[in-house]
């Protein structure tokens, strides 16, 4: 499988321009860190509208960088691609981590997971591009493997459900009267 993504990779190399370049840098740095959906969580648990998918969108990024990062990256420990095919000029630093799966990819598809399942149109779409365009970047920056990405997306996917599944098993809980309650 190695060999086939590798042939993809290097396709994607073909496509490179400076404009490119620089919007697919713009797009991979969205995801650095997780800022821009931190932010956009931040906002959300601000504005009383809002703060349920917020509260969503929380808990699915904890669970997610749980998940990803201290479980399936060291787990996995896959190597990156250009790590293989040392050939290619990496137009971004090299990571510090693992490849499988890309944790761009995932946090991003955790937010979108959570804001469509909380019904929050148009913003589920606006993430939904952006995390298109992260999705992208990765491969097209050589940094993760096609297999990476798309475990990305399937995990972001599972963990922005979880985190909505777990909210609703909270706030259910919190509307429950407790059987030992007196009053």
């Not at 969205?30 to 800022?35: V, W």
Request: aromatic content about 10%; overall charge positive.
């Amino acid at each position: 499988m190695t060999a086939f993504e590798l042939q993809i990779l290097d396709f994607l190399q073909k496509l490179h321009t400076p404009v490119m370049d620089k919007v697919m840098i713009a797009f991979s740095s969205l995801g650095d860190m997780g800022i821009i959906w931190i932010a956009l969580c931040l906002i959300l648990l601000a504005v009383p509208k809002t703060r349920n998918a917020g509260k969503v969108v929380l808990l699915a990024m904890l669970l997610e960088i749980v998940g990803v990062n201290l479980f399936i990256k060291p787990l996995v420990a896959r190597t990156r691609p250009y790590e293989i095919n040392a050939t290619v000029e990496l137009i971004t630093g090299e990571m510090r981590d693992y490849s499988f799966p890309s944790g761009h990819t995932a946090m991003a598809f955790t937010v979108v997971t959570g804001l469509y399942l909380m019904k929050m149109k148009p913003l589920w779409q606006i993430c939904l591009v952006i995390a298109l365009g992260i999705a992208f970047s990765r491969l097209y920056l050589y940094v993760h493997f096609p297999t990476d990405v798309a475990g990305g997306v399937i995990l972001g996917i599972f963990f922005g459900w979880l985190g909505y599944r777990l909210e609703k098993r909270i706030e259910q809980g919190r509307q429950t009267p407790g059987k030992h309650d007196n009053t």
